[in-house]
């Protein structure tokens, strides 16, 4: 016995007490696949002749200890192409054996590429049959070779799909705080916070409060000047110097604006870690108990998503809402980022799906 199916047999046995309508309904499933493909050549034709045949007679594929029943001919293969219409000359002519080795080859590649789209969709149908291409070699004029599928079976189909999922009965989302990296002032930031009442938090207070009101003054400067211009041409040179530094200004500062309306945005991008595709530092203002003062502190939230449900393996990411969900911070599935979307609530470390 030669196996030349090049595939590894994983801890399941061949079955030896096959049932037929499932290896019939493996065929019928394959055959529809086939028929998809783009590729048309003359394997996948052959592929669909073996199916065709697996369909009439499943009995054909019983692993039999004669082997001499077991599988299909070069002539029966070439018959069932006629029979389907789809040109079995090929394998009828004299120069059968030599066409359906060069075919049967490109088909075993064929077979390995397609491998898990096939195992997808027989899941799918919950048929627990996983097949695999086998050419038994025959020797001498009275015993050709045959060709078939030989089966694994493999147990608990229904467990290993991706269970389905009730869109409208995701279940929540929680988060958990993660590690922060990164130089002496980000990690003291994110361990110690800074309280504001304190010393440090009073100058950082009384520095962002003169920006604020340079700010306030700057914007009333260039109202006066757009005002007084003397040309069209200045009105415009300074419209456009205006806006530059709004824009300059709201890129430095207008995190403060949203740390102070939300209590809780991303970190500016000077205090997110370097080298990391994912900026989700976000700086928190928590409420002393005591005090009922304010601490700024720099944090992280993670969290499993539901829907994927691996745990630990598929992150949840504080991101902003984009477009969809602006001005709101959101929480990102890694896998799905556009879909897996939850909310994002920084005093429960809870959050509901999103779509
Ligand atoms: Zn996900």
Not at 13 to 23: I, K, N, Y
Not at 116 to 139: D, H
Not at 260 to 273: K, M
Request: charged share 25%; aromatic share 10%; hydrophobic share 40%.
């Amino acid at each position: 016995m030669t196996e030349d199916n090049g595939s590894e047999q994983g801890p399941n046995q061949f079955e030896t007490g096959l049932d037929r309508d499932e290896v019939a309904n493996m065929a019928k499933l394959v055959a529809e696949l086939a028929k998809e493909w783009s590729d048309r050549t003359f394997a996948v034709k052959i592929l669909r002749g073996l199916c065709a045949l697996t369909l009439e007679s499943p009995d054909r594929l019983e692993p039999a200890p004669d082997s001499r029943h077991w599988g299909f001919t070069v002539l029966e293969i070439g018959e069932a192409l006629d029979r389907l219409g789809i040109g079995g000359a090929q394998l009828l002519g004299s120069d059968a054996q030599q066409s359906m080795k060069r075919n049967w080859r490109k088909l075993m590649e064929l077979w390995e590429r397609e491998a898990p789209t096939i195992a997808q969709r027989l899941s799918a149908r919950k048929v627990s049959l996983r097949p695999t291409l086998f050419r038994e070699i025959g020797g001498g004029s009275g015993n050709p070779s045959r060709f078939g599928f030989r089966f694994l079976r493999c147990e608990g189909v229904a467990n290993q799909q991706i269970p389905s999922i009730n869109w409208l009965d995701v279940p929540d989302i929680s988060y958990r705080q993660a590690d922060i990296s990164g130089n002496r002032l980000i990690r003291w930031l994110s361990d110690r916070g800074l309280y504001l009442s304190g010393r440090t938090g009073k100058a950082y207070l009384s520095v962002t409060y003169a920006l604020f009101v340079a700010g306030v003054f700057v914007l009333w400067l260039l109202f006066v000047a757009l005002t007084h211009a003397p040309t069209t041409l200045d009105f415009l040179k300074i419209f456009v110097s205006g806006a530059v530094i709004l824009t300059v200004g709201y890129f430095f500062f207008g995190w403060q604006a949203r740390l102070v309306t939300n209590r809780i945005t991303l970190a500016p991008v000077l205090l997110q870690p370097f080298a990391s595709s994912r900026n989700d530092y976000l700086l928190e203002l928590r409420p002393d108990q005591e005090t009922e003062r304010n601490s700024l502190y720099m944090v992280r939230y993670v969290g499993d998503c539901p829907i994927c449900g691996v745990k630990g393996h598929d992150k949840v990411h504080i991101e902003p809402g984009r477009r969809e969900f602006f001005g709101r911070l959101v929480g990102r599935c890694n896998r799905a980022p556009n879909e897996h979307v939850f909310s994002f609530d920084h005093v429960t470390r809870q959050g509901r799906f999103l779509r």
